[in-house]
């Protein structure tokens, strides 16, 4: 059975950073795709950030370039999210997810999900 197990949120400041990791576990072979995805209390999910595991090609929404960081270590079958400089409007739960065979980039379509991680930034 494939896992997903989001860590490293927390509360922080206006201006911190955090780092999020995201262990996989129960798929055998490689995923094709993993991804964060965000939800604040009342609003739709929100993709993050993805990656296409065979090459590291990255995508990004447009709210968070240039202040988050998406990485995979291969290794040890972990995603991670390099938050830096958060704003207030970044408090939200953060999802990851993985797909074994397509390319969603930032669009919600992975086939595992992870159960979340809260992140809140207090201005």
């Known amino acids: 059975q494939v896992q997903l197990v989001e860590s490293g949120g927390g509360s922080v400041q206006a201006g911190g950073s955090l780092r999020l990791s995201c262990a996989a576990s129960?798929?055998?072979?490689?995923?094709?795709?993993m991804g964060w995805f965000r939800q604040a209390p009342g609003k739709e999910r929100e993709g993050v950030a993805a990656?296409?595991?065979?090459?590291?090609?990255?995508a990004y929404a447009n709210s968070i370039k240039g202040r988050f960081t998406l990485s995979h270590d291969g290794a040890k079958r972990t995603l991670f999210l390099q938050m830096n400089t958060l704003k207030p409007e970044d408090t939200a739960m953060y999802y990851c997810?993985?797909?074994?065979?397509?390319?969603?980039?930032?669009?919600?379509?992975?086939?595992?999900w992870g159960q979340g991680t809260q992140v809140t930034v207090s201005s």
């Open positions: 990656i296409k595991i065979d090459n590291g090609s990255t």
């Open positions: 129960g798929y055998t072979s490689r995923f094709y795709s």
């Open positions: 997810a993985a797909d074994p065979r397509f390319w969603y980039g930032v669009a919600a379509g992975y086939e595992y």
